[in-house]
C-alpha cells in the first residue's frame, strides 16, 4: 500500500503526538488520526484512564470524532491512522465504520503483548475474514515511536 501525502502528514502527527505524550509522562500514550480527501478529520488520543471506559481506545475516540464531523457513521473512504498497531477491538470498530486503509506505526511483533487481548489473532486474520476489505501498512514512524510499546516498556 503506498501512502498519500496527507496520511504521512498525519502519521507524523500522530507520532509526534505519542511521543509528546509520553515525555510527559502519561502512561496511556495511543494516538489515531482518520484522514479523508487529502485531510486530517479529527485527531485524538486514548482516553481509558480519564473516562475509566475501556472502549476509549485512541482509534475509537478518533472515529466517534470523524462520525460526528463528517454527519455520517460510515467512513468509507478513510483512513485510520494510529500510533501502534490498532488493538482486536479497535480492528473490529474500523470495519464497522467501513474504513478501508489503516496505517500504523508500532508493529504488533514489535510490540508488548499485554496491548493485545487475543496475540495469536493477526492483522491479516482480520483482513482475510473480511474478503480483504481493508488495506494497511505498519512500520510507520516506528523508528521514532517503537520504543513506547516496546516488551517491557508498560509499567
Not at 489515531?32 to 485531510?39: E, F, H, M
Amino acid at each position: 500500500m503506498q501512502l498519500t501525502e496527507a496520511e504521512r502528514m498525519a502519521m507524523t502527527k500522530v507520532a509526534d503526538h505519542a511521543l509528546d505524550l509520553h515525555a510527559d509522562g502519561q502512561d496511556i500514550v495511543f494516538t489515531a488520526a482518520i484522514v479523508k480527501d487529502g485531510r486530517i478529520v479529527a485527531q485524538a488520543r486514548n482516553e481509558v484512564g480519564d473516562t475509566g471506559d475501556v472502549s476509549r481506545h485512541a482509534e475509537v475516540v478518533a472515529m466517534a470524532r470523524a462520525a460526528d464531523i463528517l454527519g455520517t457513521r460510515d467512513l468509507s473512504g478513510c483512513t485510520l491512522l494510529a500510533s501502534c498497531q490498532p488493538c482486536e477491538m479497535c480492528l473490529g470498530a474500523m470495519r464497522w465504520a467501513r474504513i478501508d486503509r489503516v496505517v500504523f506505526g508500532a508493529q504488533q511483533d514489535n510490540a508488548d503483548a499485554e496491548f493485545f487481548r487475543f496475540p495469536q489473532m493477526r492483522i491479516t486474520d482480520f483482513q482475510r475474514a473480511c474478503d480483504g476489505a481493508f488495506a494497511f501498512v505498519g512500520g510507520v514512524e516506528e523508528d521514532r515511536i517503537g520504543h513506547i510499546y516496546a516488551p517491557g516498556a508498560v509499567a
